[in-house]
């Protein structure tokens, strides 16, 4: 089972390489193995942290009980360099778990399937609502 520090290591594209829980509160960690309080984080990597958080727990729990993940635009908040990582994650996430990601961005469904046959991690099926 992959951890959410692995899970955010890859997100930031190893800008931060450890999780530390700490009285309350969650450390990052660089490379360099210096400290930052996860409230100093920007918004869009605070979200990435929470949505590590959540595949590790997902994948914990998917052990007892198989149930889908279900996220709602969870890119939107994220830079280029950053969609990309994360689209790679939900992949590998996907290896494990079904996930249905809801999005109203046709780029994001575009970069999850373009991210989905370059990884050769399956099938990334999109189906478009009618509005």
């Known amino acids: 089972m992959l951890s959410a520090a692995e899970s955010f290591n890859r997100i930031t594209d190893g800008r931060y390489t450890n999780l530390i829980p700490e009285q309350g509160a969650l450390t990052v960690l660089d490379p360099r193995g210096s400290r930052l309080d996860s ?27 198989s149930l889908p993940l279900v996220l709602d635009d969870v890119l939107v908040n994220a830079d280029p360099p950053r969609k990309r990582h994360l689209a790679r994650e939900l992949h590998v996430v ?17 970069l999850l399937a373009e991210v989905g046959c370059s990884t050769g991690r399956g099938p990334t099926n999109i189906v478009e609502m009618p509005r």
């Open 39 to 65: 409230s100093q984080l920007s918004r869009g990597a605070t979200e990435q942290l929470y949505l590590a958080m959540r595949f590790a727990l997902a994948r914990q729990h998917a052990r007892t009980t």
């Open 94 to 110: 996907a290896t494990d778990l079904q996930v249905l990601l809801f999005t109203c961005h046709p780029e994001t469904a575009e």
